[in-house]
């Protein structure tokens, strides 16, 4: 008989996860998800989760507690009766939740653990500078992220991989891994290992107003700040008063003796921002108020202001 499993998650990053136990013949007897929220344009659609949605179209009774303590709530997870819980990119869970199932409870993290514990693992790998980063099956406990080891499986970034685009290949990679994480657990033949505390890294949730680029660092510094923002929450800086938003570059580190920050461009084949060593070119761009373009679009239709622009270096 397959293990009970109850599924904990919200965004798409849990789907995968969700998808490949039930395709594997693992009994899903619950799924918990946030609640519908409003969003969209004036905020007048109600939004289900990624994981709601397909909880619904297989079948699945869904749970949307407001209070994960709330006394009724924690009495339907105990009469489900499940013998694992999965978590996977869902909030903080109460001990009496996290601790009722007899084989208890494991998470999915998207990082290479003890690095990374946080909000936004894969956002500050890629922030950073990290070659390497991967995902991460642990025991949980009270403390977020600190729970021992079940499986880690890594993966590199390139050094222009966006967290969007290493986030995706996380995304199925950390099902993989959890499909492997919960045979061993239905075997008993698994190990734990105790997290590192002397390597411990943090990953704290990202703030649109701490998006803004600092021109006035190393290129490489910039590009990785850029890339890791990207495509949310979007690292951004000011064109002649107006939000600019930066959603993918190009470093090239260079001598030159021009300030911080200053833009560059032909008006046709570049368009390039100074920096302390070099030049970042901006490639993939969004004007306040219009949509996201190539910046050849963009040059297309925009006039630099004189004191902003210098065709050639």
């Given at each position: 008989m397959s293990l009970k499993i109850i599924f904990m998650g919200?965004?798409?990053?849990?789907?995968?996860?969700?998808?490949?136990?039930?395709?594997?013949g693992y009994e899903v007897v619950g799924v918990i998800t946030a609640t519908d929220k409003y969003g969209g344009r004036?905020?007048?659609?109600?939004?289900?989760?990624?994981?709601?949605?397909?909880?619904?179209?297989?079948?699945?009774?869904?749970?949307?507690?407001?209070?994960?303590?709330?006394?009724?709530?924690?009495?339907?997870?105990?009469t489900l009766g499940a013998d694992l819980q999965v978590v996977v990119a869902f909030r903080m869970l109460p001990e009496v939740i996290?601790?009722?199932?007899?084989?208890?409870?494991?998470?999915?993290?998207g990082s290479l653990l003890p690095k990374y514990r946080g909000a936004a693992p894969i956002n500050w790998a890629v922030i950073r500078g990290e070659k390497v980063t991967g995902v991460t099956t642990f025991m949980l406990k009270h403390e977020i992220d600190t729970g021992d080891i079940l499986l880690q499986r890594a993966i590199d970034i390139d050094e222009d991989e966006t967290a969007g685009e290493v986030?995706?290949?996380?995304?199925?990679?950390?099902?993989?891994?959890?499909?492997?994480?919960?045979?061993?657990?239905?075997?008993?033949?698994?190990?734990?290992?105790v997290q590192e505390t002397g390597a411990v890294?943090?990953?704290?949730?990202?703030?649109?107003?701490?998006?803004?680029?600092?021109f006035n660092q190393p290129t490489a510094t910039v590009h990785d700040f850029i890339r890791g923002l990207s495509p949310f929450p979007t690292a951004w800086t000011?064109?002649?008063?107006?939000?600019?938003?930066?959603?993918?570059?190009?470093?090239?580190?260079?001598?030159?003796?021009?300030?911080?920050?200053?833009?560059?461009?032909?008006?046709?084949?570049?368009?390039?921002?100074?920096?302390r060593d070099g030049f970042i070119h901006l490639l993939e761009l969004q004007l306040a108020g219009k949509k996201k373009m190539h910046f050849k679009d963009f040059l297309n239709g925009y006039q630099f202001s004189t004191d902003k622009e210098i065709a050639s270096l």
């Open positions: 919200t965004p798409d990053f849990a789907v995968p996860s969700l998808k490949t136990l039930v395709d594997n004036g905020k007048k659609r109600l939004i289900e989760s990624a994981v709601k949605q397909y909880a619904l179209q297989n079948g699945l009774k869904i749970f949307q507690p407001r209070n994960l303590k709330d006394p009724t709530f924690v009495e339907e997870v105990r996290w601790k009722m199932p007899p084989l208890g409870t494991i998470n999915l993290h986030y995706q290949r996380l995304m199925y990679t950390g099902a993989e891994v959890l499909l492997e994480t919960v045979k061993a657990i239905e075997s008993g033949n698994y190990e734990l290992k890294t943090k990953a704290p949730k990202i703030y649109h107003e701490t998006c803004e680029i600092d000011q064109l002649d008063g107006k939000k600019l938003k930066i959603y993918r570059s190009r470093k090239e580190v260079t001598k030159h003796s021009f300030a911080p920050f200053r833009f560059f461009t032909d008006q046709k084949s570049f368009l390039k921002v100074s920096t």
